[in-house]
């Protein structure tokens, strides 16, 4: 059994579960176990898998488990049940490395995007099975206390994308910018919502988040408006998986010419986001106030890596990662 010293939520040092604060912003206020009553592969052994995985992503292929809050536990909801949570434990494919340790990872990069930098993300943590396996934890923000709703879309449908037309890997093509003219059509207040995406494309990069395709961005309904959604599935890809910078195949945008460093190395710098940054109709000095905050690890990164339930290897392939992003981030172009 793991043997926890942080809270599994917020990573708060000296809490064997969750602390007060992350009760409150996790559970609204109700005290939970962090211990699950199950083993996910017990789970899977049943009949109920693909029922329960289909109702929280129609492909079945990722593997989101319903879950609600019942007298303190954590368990899936049943068929008939609005489902407030979703599980995310350790991925079947054993072809990923380390891959028990992808919960862990997002939860962490999940931590550091709110906590570090003041991203808006979706409420999360950690529980265990009885074997103690670790398994990912979000707070649904699309479904109210009352039970209701919200319309919610994401940007592989919102800009029209999809299998049919666009192929098995519809949710890659395209670049951010297509993300980016969608905002601009779609909501009132877009120059807020505008920088709120861009910072996400920043961080996606330093974090190496390398599968940031169109349906990890989504649009919510808020009122009569739609509003970027809080940031979700953020995780360091590079430690399971090589790919690319980014995870659209047209990158930053194909309008946008590339620095000398991109073009020598195959890596953006600075310069490439702040062009990125001009091209979606962003002021210079609100583009100089999200990169200057990437120029440098701040501390409580290194704070949360540390207190984080990743191993001790995986910690330090993580801050490796990030500080060669941060490097590359910091090359001047001619």
Not at 70 to 88: F, H, M, Q
Not at 165 to 194: L, P, Q
Not at 258 to 282: A, M, Q
Not at 304 to 312: A, C, G, T
Request: with cysteine; glycine share 6%; proline share 3%.
């Amino acid at each position: 059994m793991i043997d926890i010293k942080n809270c599994p939520s917020l990573l708060t040092e000296g809490f064997d579960t969750y602390s007060p604060k992350a009760i409150r912003l996790l559970f609204d206020g109700k005290k939970v176990s962090h211990r699950l009553d199950f083993n996910i592969d017990e789970f899977r052994s049943s009949g109920d898998i693909v029922d329960a995985m289909h109702r929280i992503s129609v492909s079945g292929v990722q593997e989101k488990f319903p879950a609600i809050i019942e007298n303190g536990k954590i368990r899936i909801s049943l068929d008939k049940e609005r489902s407030t949570y979703i599980l995310k434990p350790a991925p079947w494919d054993r072809t990923l490395q380390a891959r028990m340790q992808i919960p862990l990872n997002e939860h962490l990069t999940m931590q550091i995007a709110s906590q570090v930098y003041g991203i808006q993300t979706a409420a999360n943590g950690l529980c265990f099975t009885k074997d103690g396996q670790a398994v990912y934890i979000t707070k649904r923000f699309d479904v109210l206390l009352d039970g209701s709703k919200l319309l919610m879309e994401d940007f592989a449908a919102v800009v029209g994308r999809n299998e049919q037309a666009d192929g098995t890997h519809f949710k890659y093509s395209g670049c951010y910018e297509d993300i980016a003219i969608a905002i601009r059509k779609n909501v009132s207040a877009w120059m807020v919502d505008m920088e709120r995406f861009f910072e996400l494309v920043v961080f996606n990069y330093i974090y190496a988040n390398d599968d940031d395709h169109l349906k990890n961005f989504a649009l919510i309904q808020q009122g009569l408006d739609y509003r970027l959604a809080p940031a979700y599935d953020l995780l360091n890809t590079s430690l399971h998986i090589q790919g690319d910078d980014f995870g659209l195949d047209g990158g930053l945008s194909p309008e946008i010419e590339k620095s000398d460093v991109y073009d020598n190395t195959g890596h953006p710098c600075r310069i490439d986001f702040e062009r990125f940054g001009e091209r979606i109709g962003l002021m210079k000095s609100r583009i100089k106030r999200v990169l200057d905050k990437y120029m440098l690890l701040p501390e409580k990164t290194s704070t949360l890596v540390e207190h984080s339930f990743l191993n001790d290897k995986m910690k330090r392939y993580y801050l490796r990662i990030v500080n060669e992003r941060i490097s590359g981030f910091q090359r001047a172009s001619e």
